[in-house]
């Protein structure tokens, strides 16, 4: 049965579907050699391209395929991580490649979430997508009940409103005055904007937890594979339900 190239690609883990969509609008990918349309239904017997590299579309392509999801311990002032250049720390999943789902900014250190399941990475990387990201974080100073007040009552920035969800107090005061903040919306990847829109200076950031998946007691560098509780709960908030693959033990 023929399908769309974007969700074909998708479910073969080349990409979330958004990067399929721009790939193609910039003629990055063809089939049999011409150039590829949005939207083009494939039989799954052609010959895809990205860049001129054939691309391995196996039958789960069209099926059911297996999908892999990982957490791994981001450093801090490294970039994140794109989408089949992950690094050589990670392993290697059984087809296409990893997509991270939980970009965050450059000065941010912690939990990423990777899967090879494109659709999945679209709808939590969806602006309109409520998934919850909680960090911790080192502010120069301990904030006013005003500042608090405010963060919570939401900021107005360039791209539009910042709430932060939640704030607990997370250690110790004075200089290194540790808080617990959780964000409830995708569109903002970096806290900074908004602490300091209420004239506060962050010196550390390092997200925690990323909706039920957590950062535990991973070290720096390091990854672990999903329990199937995590990835199940991650179809749920994207409403995927009953849409998880099998996912494989992935070696740290």
């Known amino acids: 049965m023929p399908e769309r190239i974007q969700k074909i690609l998708a479910n073969a883990g080349i990409g979330s579907r958004r990067s399929i969509e721009r790939w193609v609008a910039a003629g990055r990918i063809t089939v049999n050699g011409r150039v590829a349309k949005l939207g083009e239904q494939l039989q799954g017997r052609e010959r895809v391209c990205l860049d001129g590299k054939p691309l391995r579309l196996t039958a789960t392509a069209h099926a059911r395929p297996q999908h892999d999801f990982l957490a791994y311990y981001k450093a801090g002032a490294t970039r994140g991580l794109s989408e089949g250049n992950t690094g050589r720390d990670l392993p290697r999943p059984r087809q296409g490649r990893w997509i991270d789902v939980s970009p965050m900014d450059i000065n941010t250190s912690g939990l990423v979430v990777l899967t090879t399941d494109g659709d999945l990475a679209s709808k939590l990387m969806q602006a309109s997508a409520v998934v919850e990201r909680e960090y911790a974080v080192r502010l120069l100073g301990e904030p006013s009940d005003v500042q608090m007040q405010r ?7 360039d791209d539009g409103t910042a709430k932060i969800a939640a704030i607990e107090g997370g250690g110790a005061r004075g200089s290194n005055a ?14 900074r904007p908004a602490l300091a829109s209420v004239g506060l200076a962050v010196s550390r950031v390092i997200r925690i937890r990323y909706h039920t998946v957590t950062l535990g007691e991973l070290y720096r560098g390091a990854n672990r594979p999903l329990t199937p509780a995590e990835s199940r709960n991650l ?13 494989r033990e992935a070696k740290g």
């Open 151 to 157: 963060l919570q009552d939401g900021i107005e920035l």
């Open 235 to 247: 179809y749920a908030v994207a409403g995927l339900e009953g849409r998880r693959g099998e996912q």
């Open 178 to 191: 540790w808080y617990n903040m959780t964000l409830s919306e995708t569109r903002h990847r970096d806290l």
